[in-house]
């Protein structure tokens, strides 16, 4: 009969992202973010029928969506090209157009915070009149009157959550990844959520089970985030549930039941529990997927997950059970089934000091395998490469290449003393967990000496220029997707209400001006010997334009063979199929050229 | 609370269209073709699961979906940026990018005719060897190999259906819109479907029950469409199920229930029956939709529709008894509710000679209502204007436009005697049909004679041009989309297999030189005075790109106030979304620009 040819890598270009999602309070409605028809827009479905039809029309990327639960309208953040400036804009509650709402001069940020249980008053943070510690405010929507109800101060300041009754407010303090407190206000009482702030730790999302009970996770003397409870009569901290070597990320209140989910985080994937408040029973739950990118509990107690897996792309799951999941939604890849594609190895091996570091391994299929391996170091840093589809890799994979992506230290999952090695400490250890990454992939006979390249974006772009520049003896070929170059000007150039964490987070220009021009890719200029590939975001509020500017410039200057493209009309990450597709495109064809 | 602006022109603009759809064996597999990414591309959900998701990436028309029923392969016909020019395509069952099947150089077509139950014989005509008339092929999928079957003469040929034994074929013949005979082949012997292949009359598409019986919409010595059977056993032909003043169209076989669907066609609506080849018994059925666009039914008797109303944008239905027809898409305008949009009046007035016209009236709300009518002659010109969704209408009716649309002599739905009234006569009786409407329109207070515009597309492109030319003291201004602006040259222009249809549908150049004359818009160049925006796709087979070049340059030479738009990669009619858009904002500006 016919015969059909092998999936091509263009159809991994076709893939769509659902990047965020809401439900309305009595189900009926599903709405969320997606690139569908090419660009991010709003789609929504009406339960149980899961159609998807255009819900708002704006081409740019959400940040948030959230139903009015009386169904009057719906909230959604967003910003111009990436530009991360995002602001509120309503919507009619059947879709439509979103017209400003809390917004105002188009460098500023407006943050959704919370919405009350009658929809009528808008909690938000914003960057205004305090760019790096961010105010806090109360809209009234019924009379449009707007309220200051909290000043940033010592770091960057968010509300965490509201008891019912409105009195009670959790709010974080941001001092670095790895140093967030948490503190209560009631009236004009401030509590501590942690026994001692002073002590480096995290404190998560909270939740109010009733106006004087809040659940969070934290790490709080411990390795792993467990979660936690405060008690606001007694003003008592205790330690709830605790896993072992797995943090505990996300909590939900699911009031109906009486229980809450927890969502966590274990290496190169998630878990999902439920805790029984009750009882007092903890109980692991099936998932749909290895990594949870969104999860809501619906007041009736159903459960909905937004989620993907190593070869299966962001989907949006329900249950009303806990345990049987229907998926929502049907993305995936044009016509290549998850057995054309390819699910990660875990493997861990040893690095330069004996520390074990765990690592995904995407082996090419034997029938497409062209010999080469691509190294990839994750971004964040404090972040980890999961179970997660990348189209990105299955079209690399697809063309023959074998994808190595190790969590080296700095990366999250693996406790909080792994998670800080890298801070003030970009270059050294994070960068040598890479190098032994890439003899182990030699030794073990993965990877032919003569056939690596390396491939990073924003942390990992900087890690894929360091690397070039002080290891360039083991690359054919470098791409780096926006990368920092040099630390100096970095940290300088991030969002202002980043600025309060760089200290602990990459250091002081001043104190650390050494080791910054050790750790900066720019001072390897002249190691920088091979064909690379830049690539760059106009909009990048993150790592800015100036940063693969000025790499590229003093890298042309000397002769070198670099690439350089820049999407005018977008920021840290893709927003647009367009340009995502011509990215790839640029990339196989660059990493093809450079096979030979 | 917050305070929405009513839906605006923008929304309508992003409604997405339905165009055909094909439904597994097994139906587990719905595919459409849509252009829900701005583009027409293949869509699928997996039933009952109605998530779509892409099928098929190859951002062109698709003029037909056919399912293989062992599930191998889909069958799919694309053209090229609406050139017409289709060619046959294969796609693996779980979607992909299309491989060409049956093609051949660009300006050839090939039309997917029937799929051999087995799925292995691939029956379709080609232009190839025989671009007016067209030949009949049969390509064996397993083997490759192809054979004529059958050559077209006297007039464009095409396969009707096929016995399930493959015995025995049934052919039509088109000499007109209006006489299209049909013929069966067995064997060497060739029998006529009805009595007298002389009698102008039509025949559409037929079924076979079984190997001998064959049933089949005609008008034969009647005003309107009937049921027709043919035994081929007793070589007779019958009337079997007549409606009163309403046209039997399509003829579907349920096998499983031993019945046949009947679609049919009766003024401004369609409607739908089902009759019982056991009992012979007619039942009227609900219908979900006024209009009615596609009907299949499944092996298992249920059956799927595609079709849509005034104020509901096309969508695809389901029934398992023929009664409750659930959704199967929600295909809607963005955040418009069909409450906000305007169903048409059916009117009717009498015409300058009595003849009783009908015609659909959109009146703009008052709290849109701009004061102007657009007068609108449709397509076709044997074609009607029906209860269907046009979002070009609705963007027109929420500026505040209202809208005319008569169905003159010479539209289908109102008898064979009223439809041929149009041929071989284009421009006078017809067009006094649209001067009696306009008059209606002033007479009856609905438009003020100050404040009419005219647009119409194809014929209806013809009839602006040509009232514009005869009768401008009625309108401000014309638009005129893809119309004929002379006879001569257009009649010489169309696709080579609708040459054979011209002397009856046109005319001949030569015999009819002075109605020809008479009867061309361009004859009345001094009278089209107002301001006029010409639309042309600039790979339109139909009306090729030539006529409006010719008209807008006189008008031009003549310093008439005339803007033109060309769609470089459209033909006739819209498969690109951006193009659609470009469209309906300059008409809009163009209208609200002289409205003054």
Redesign the interface.
Known sequence: ??E??K??V??FF?T?VITNFAVSSDEKRLIFSSN???KVNLWA??LP?????????HDESVSFIKTDPHN??VLAGYDKDGDENHQIY???P????P?P?VTGDSQEKYFFEHLSDD??RLYYGTSENNPSFLNMHVRN??DGSDELINEGEGGPTHLGAISNDESTFVYYKVFANTYVIGFVKVGEETYDLTPDPEKVHTVGQAVFTDNQTIYFPTDYESEYSYLAKFDLQTKTFSQVVTLENESVETVKYDKSNNQLYLGTEKGVEHGLYRYDLSSKQVEKLEKPVASIHQLHVAKSGNVYLLGNSGTQPLNIFQTTNGEDWK??????V????QDDMVEPDVVSYSSFDGMEIEALLFRAKPENDNGHTIFWPHGGPQAAETKTFRAMFQAFLNRGYTIFAPNFRGSTGYGSSFVKLVEQDWGEGPRLDNVAGIEWLFENNITDREKLFLVGGSYGGYMALLLHGRHPEYFKAVVDIFGVSNLFTFVNSVPEHWKPIMERWVGDPERDKERFIKDSPDTYLDGMTKPMLVIQGAKDPRVVKEESDQIVAKLREKGRDVEYFVMEDEGHGFSKKENEIKVYSLMLDFLQKHQA
Do not use: C, W
């Not at 029928?49 to 029309?57: G, Q």
């Not at 998926?327 to 995936?332: A, G, M, S, V, Y």
């Not at 044009?334 to 089934?337: D, N, T």
């Open positions: 009969m016919i059909f040819p999936p091509t263009e159809q076709r769509h569908l028809n090419g479905m009406d029928d899961t159609f998807p039809y255009l819900f708002a029309h009057r309208f309503a919507l009619p059947e879709g439509g157009l017209q709402l929809g009528e929507l019924k998926p929502l939604t049907n993305n995936r044009l016509g290549v089934s």
